[in-house]
Nanobody, 124 residues
């Protein structure tokens, strides 16, 4: 069983930054592709970013490319989402997810484990 716990959400003004962290309670963290998704009220879950097992490959949604950076520390079982130049449209619950498949994927249904999420609110 894999448990994922997100932290770092909050309220920030447009143009500001937040750093989200996801901690995994699993012995083989490096076996998982890790992803970040977000879900706003009344909307479907949306892919944000993903990172390969070793951290050498990343993928970003077009809406966040150039503003968000995903990284991981396999020694600490942690994945980070650095979010800069935040916009009101980034307001959502942000969820961390783990995927046993080695391929980077944007499809939520391909991820095996999910955290509870952390709220990010960007005011205009």
């Amino acid at each position: 069983q894999v448990q994922l716990v997100e932290s770092g959400g909050g309220l920030v003004q447009a143009g500001g930054s937040l750093r989200l962290s996801c901690s995994a309670s699993v012995r083989t963290f490096s076996n998982f592709v890790m992803g970040w998704f977000r879900q706003a009220p009344g909307k479907e879950r949306e892919f944000v970013a993903a990172i390969s097992r070793g951290g050498g490959r990343t993928d970003y949604a077009d809406s966040v490319k150039g503003r968000f950076t995903i990284s991981r520390d396999n020694a600490k079982n942690t994945v980070i989402l650095q979010m800069n130049i935040l916009e009101p449209e980034d307001t959502a619950v942000y969820l961390c997810a783990a995927n046993l498949n080695p391929a980077l994927t944007r499809e939520p249904w391909e991820y095996n484990y999910w955290g509870q999420g952390t709220q990010v609110t960007v005011s205009s």
